[in-house]
């Protein structure tokens, strides 16, 4: 396509903000702009207003979703009074666990072989491939390919289908992205509806004919406003093999931001409803649009039972090497799998595009003409200006024997005979001419193919799957096998990210784009998950001690769904809302503080809520007076509220209660405070802060700051900041800065540019606030735009181990702008850092000179590392982000972004939707012994796992009033250990009965035995667990459910487990997610 690199860039520019959906957009502008130039500016206003509404939209939907998991998880915690015959499942708690105050062992007991796992070492069996290796082959020049830009000539040889005959697969499809120019709704209404309507009457007219499906959230909306005639014609499609659904998620997820919790939650949700409605199972995923592709996503799908997989958007020098090696079918396997357990088959798409100019062959001129919709009348047109004609006896040969060429080309870049063809577009095939403009027309061409025998071609519609099953059947390989010993594929490692569809064009701003709605959306996953655990809980007591009357079980259920569901839909749009601090007014007498602690970790750790008058103090259920801090909320620079912060300690998945109590005595200890800022007006009257005052220590380590306005008023240097950590431990000093710097956007030049950050000379001069307490100390820089806190918890344990950093970011009055944090170290880290994958494993990154600034950005889910041979520094996050280290030391994080428009195109204006951003974070350094690791995978450590749990699942106060007419509420302890520390409780989700909706007696129990770094020291990390060599005795966890069956299942529950039918003693291994269909009662 001709489009200039203004476009490109402002292109990019909106393509950042949400994940699918905008691709549309951008499609649509795309042709506007070819077929009418001087419509853009006309269509950039009304868009404007689209998006704003867009916008709107989608925080009404958040705020009802955060409402609706409040409401659930009030409704559980008030199931507790009414439980009359006062031995309430609630009250069963041991007590005495919640009073403890840990008393740790000193080294977290680990035995020998779970530690082999980690430092296994890496080898390279023969035809694999290694994206990290690949990243170090390539050059990335960009020359230009003919017909196909970013490729090379295709030729072959008349003769070489002779002995075998070229099987082409043309797979109609249509992508429903849940809408961003319009909503989900009026996407249904005005488009997918008639998509699906049309689709029943015109598969049915030619038994040929075939579909795939994905989008389960539009498949399920339209299968609710359909009569049974109509579904059992889907169903009978369904079972002739005309109608495939692929993948079958609740969307099309993102792959770069997304938490593995919520791309398993939207699977799971889609896959239940395909097993209650169509019986369904699916056994191909088909990611087209996602912005670069991850292998935890190969492994999900993987372990939910699928066989095969396709994506599309890949580097676009990857796909040519990839062409020229053939090696764009393969085996995706995880870094970390020495055999072949994890294995799917992956093919990738060759082209630009996945519609139908870059779906036929190398030329997008050629296949343009063969996308009917595009014929002279229709509303659209070939932008290479040469239009489809429809197929008739008289030129059926040429046009079948231009086709054929192109599939032949194609089927070059592949290592079999058997070549795919997608047939599609966003929201294609909506009116029924279109479904005949596109089946007649290839009717006749593959008619005509099929008939003359000297062309030694088969060609036919089919779904994803039909194409994998006749690809295996071609190789010798079984339908759903593994990589047999004599596939032809490789093995490839690795993920695809950073995503460029053309010259420097990196999709690496989406990374960060919308931080506001990334924070939001981790923090309602949060919600959820405890919403699930707690009801699932809640619900198996029920049933083990009957059901009070007023326990809205049925409608919890309805609200779960909802809640999922909406989580489900904003994996595409990636929002997520920064919520602050629960707000408790405590305005009267006493009330009672529940503390739920969603972690399966006994977890002491700090509450904090705000409260009205700073006479106020708390106790323990029993009565004994707590520890507490009364600080300052400090609105602006002047104006403050108060909040109470005091250390709670709450058993693993249970609830603690706490009293607060008004009254003069006995007073919660206040905060001692210090401000220090230049003098207005006065630049050289610096204020010097001496020593003694210019750090704060816990029982772990002191940060030491460098305050001095002197040099920053003179020299505009950043030294108001962190300058080192100082270890308790061996006293060890430790040079880490932080920074804050500005990337300019307004052209692709000053992308390299990047400068301190610093307010301009008229601006508020920075004011430094130290704050001292007996709970927490912290020292706050206030900038222009950016709000950074630093703050150590007076605690010893698991929370006094790292450093928390916030930052309020608010760039609202800047264009152009990228606020970044960069961490600057004396890690001797070379040109190596470490980014995970949607939280779930560690990719080890190379930043590159050969690469542009951008491409050196990578998706940061939940952490980033770095590390030399003696130490490791980690950047836990609560929200995803982009990262990078772009010199040895460095650490850098994008933390907002704002960009306008700057020529005719309006998209850029979609970024600038900005709000004051709380983006919150974890700084971790660790010791362990001298090593050099070069391997393509990497653990986090015990401590840095735990970290993350705090900083992404922290303790859920709920206030409640201790009226006297209900019982008093005891501590709930649902298990009498803690998981072992390598084991996480990703969900314990209720499934949906057959019947009404409701929920049944079984719950899916999802597990994740985390990999971990055993060189790393465990000492005096104040953990409590243990681990158990991947082993979990469930009923011997619980203090007093009983587990009534336990059934191993795939991942979504579709399929048994080769496993065996039942376990008391789950056995996982390292890397492991295991679903187990659960009874409790
Ligand atoms: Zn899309």
């Known amino acids: ?472 059947k071609n190789v010798g390989m079984d339908k759903v096998g593994m990589s047999v010993g004599l596939s032809p594929f490789p093995v490839l490692s690795g993920d695809f990210f950073t995503y460029a569809d053309r010259d420097d064009h990196y999709w690496s701003g989406y990374f960060t784009s919308r931080p506001f709605y990334k924070q939001l959306d981790r923090t309602l996953e949060s919600h959820l998950r405890a919403a699930e655990i707690l009801y699932s809980l809640a619900f198996a007591s029920v049933q083990k001690f009957g059901k009070p009357n007023n326990y809205p079980a049925a409608e919890n259920y309805k609200l779960l769904t909802a809640a999922r569901r909406n989580l489900g839909l904003f994996q595409h749009h990636d929002a997520i809302t920064g919520t602050g601090k629960d707000w408790v007014v405590v305005d009267y007498g006493t009330r009672a503080l529940v503390v739920y602690n969603p972690s399966e970790q006994t977890r002491t750790s700090v509450i904090s809520i705000y409260v009205t008058t700073p006479h106020v103090h708390v106790l323990t259920a029993h009565g004994q007076l707590v520890n507490a801090q009364i600080s300052a909320v400090w609105e602006d620079v002047s104006h403050a509220s108060t909040e109470l912060s005091f250390v709670a300690s709450v058993p693993p998945l249970g609830l603690a209660v706490y009293q607060l109590c008004k009254g003069a005595e006995p007073q919660s200890e206040l905060a001692h405070y210090m401000f220090l800022k230049p003098a207005l007006g006065h630049v050289k009257t610096i204020l010097m802060v001496t020593d003694g005052n210019n750090n704060i220590l816990n029982a772990s380590f002191s940060l030491e700051f460098l305050i001095n306005f002197d040099l920053w008023m003179s020299e505009g240097r950043n030294v108001l900041l962190l300058q080192t950590l100082k270890l308790k431990e061996d006293g060890s000093k430790h040079s880490i800065k932080v920074e804050f710097l500005c990337y300019g956007t307004t052209s692709k030049k000053d992308k390299s540019g990047a400068y301190l950050f610093l307010p301009d000379g008229e601006a508020m001069p920075a004011v430094i606030r130290v704050t001292k307490g007996p709970v927490f100390s912290e020292v706050t820089t206030t900038f222009t735009h950016v709000t950074h806190t630093l703050r150590l918890y007076n605690i010893h344990g698991v929370n006094g181990q790292a450093v928390e950093i916030s930052n309020s970011i608010d760039i609202r009055g800047e264009f152009n702008r990228e606020i ?165 409780l990703v969900n314990l989700r209720t499934i949906q009965s057959q019947v009404e909706g409701g929920p049944s007696e079984q719950a899916a129990l999802i597990l994740h035995r985390k990999g971990f770094d055993c060189s790393i020291s465990t000492k005096n990390t104040g953990l409590l667990c243990r681990t158990t060599g991947g082993k979990i005795h469930l009923e011997k966890l619980l203090t007093e459910l009983k587990v009534i069956s336990l059934i191993p299942v795939s991942l979504s529950l579709m399929h048994q487990s080769p496993r065996g039918p039942v376990e008391q003693e789950i056995n996982l291994k390292p890397m492991e997610i295991c679903t187990y269909r659960v009874h409790l009662a």
């Not at 972004?897 to 020529?903: A, E, F, S």
């Open 1 to 472: 396509m001709k489009l200039g690199r203004h476009f490109t860039v402002f292109g990019s520019a909106i393509f950042c903000v949400v994940v699918f959906s905008l691709y549309l957009m951008l499609d649509h502008l795309q042709l506007d702009h070819i077929n009418n130039p001087s419509n853009g500016e006309r269509f950039e206003n009304g868009q404007l207003g689209i998006l704003q509404d867009k916008i709107d939209h989608l925080e009404r939907l958040l705020a009802e979703n955060n409402k609706i998991i409040a409401n659930i998880r009030d409704s559980v915690i008030n199931l507790r009074p009414s439980v009359k015959d006062g031995r309430g499942f609630l009250e069963a708690g041991n007590e005495s666990q919640v009073l403890v105050v840990p008393s740790a062992p000193l080294i977290v007991p680990i035995d020998l072989e779970d530690c082999q796992f980690s430092s296994q070492t890496y080898s390279k069996a023969a035809d694999t491939v290694q994206m990290l290796d690949v990243y170090d082959l390539l050059s990335f020049d960009n020359p230009d390919g003919g017909v196909w830009k970013q490729g090379f000539d295709i030729s072959y040889e008349e003769n070489e289908w002779d002995d075998e005959p070229l099987q082409v697969i043309v797979v109609p499809h249509s992508h429903n992205d849940p809408g961003w120019l319009k909503t989900f709704d009026d996407y249904y209404r005005d488009q997918t509806q008639h998509i699906l309507n049309n689709m029943v009457v015109k598969l049915h007219e030619d038994k040929r004919r075939k579909m795939i499906w994905s989008e389960i959230s539009y498949f399920s909306k339209w299968w609710d406003n359909i009569d049974h005639q109509k579904k059992d014609a889907v169903k009978k499609l369904i079972e002739r093999g005309q109608l495939e659904i692929a993948t079958g998620g609740w969307v099309m997820p993102d792959e770069a931001n997304t938490h593995y919790f919520a791309l398993i939650d939207q699977l799971l949700e889609g896959h239940q409803w395909l097993e209650r409605n169509l019986g369904v199972k699916p056994r191909t995923g088909w990611a087209v649009d996602p912005f670069g592709h991850s292998p935890t996503q190969a492994y999900l799908l993987k372990q939910a039972g699928l066989s095969n997989m396709l994506i599309q958007r890949v580097h676009y020098s990857v796909k040519k090497h990839f062409a020229s090696q053939k090696t764009l079918e393969f085996f995706w396997r995880q870094n970390w799998d020495q055999q072949s357990s994890t294995d799917i088959l992956c093919h990738m798409m060759p082209f630009y595009s996945y519609d139908v100019p870059h779906t036929c062959g190398p030329d997008p001129k050629i296949c343009c003409q063969f996308d009917f919709k595009r014929l002279p009348g229709g509303r659209i047109s070939c932008p290479w200006r040469v239009p489809p004609q429809a197929i008739t006896d008289d030129n059926v040969q040429q046009r079948a024997l231009m086709l054929l060429d192109q599939y032949r080309k194609k089927s070059k870049l592949y290592r079999t005979k058997v070549v795919l063809v997608p047939l599609g577009d966003d929201f294609r095939y909506t009116e029924a001419q279109e479904w005949d403009q596109q089946f007649n027309n290839y009717q006749k061409l593959f008619d005509y193919m099929n008939s003359h025998p000297e062309l030694h071609v088969q060609a036919q519609f089919g779904t994803i799957s039909d194409y994998f099953e006749i690809l295996r």
């Open 820 to 984: 970044a944090m960069r961490i600057t170290s004396d890690l001797n880290s070379k040109d190596r850092f470490f980014t995970d994958l949607n939280g779930f494993q560690v990719q080890p990154r190379r930043s590159m000179t050969k690469l542009p600034l951008q491409a050196n950005f990578y998706p940061m889910t939940s952490m980033a590392y770095l590390e030399d041979s003696g130490r490791r520094l980690t950047l836990l996050t609560a929200q995803s982000l982009g990262a990078t280290s772009l010199r040895s030391g460095q650490l850098e994080v994008i933390m907002d972004r704002r960009l306008n428009q700057d020529d005719n195109r309006g998209l850029g204006q979609g970024v600038l939707d900005n709000k004051i951003t709380a983006n919150s974070f974890r700084l971790l350094l660790e010791l362990f012994n001298s090593r050099e690791n070069t391997a393509p995978f990497s653990y986090p450590s015990l401590l840095s796992h735990i970290s993350y749990m705090y900083l992404n699942h922290p303790f859920m106060p709920i206030v409640t009033s201790l009226d006297s007419t209900v019982l008093a509420l005891a501590p709930y302890s649902p298990l009498s250990s803690p998981f072992p520390c390598d084991i996480h």
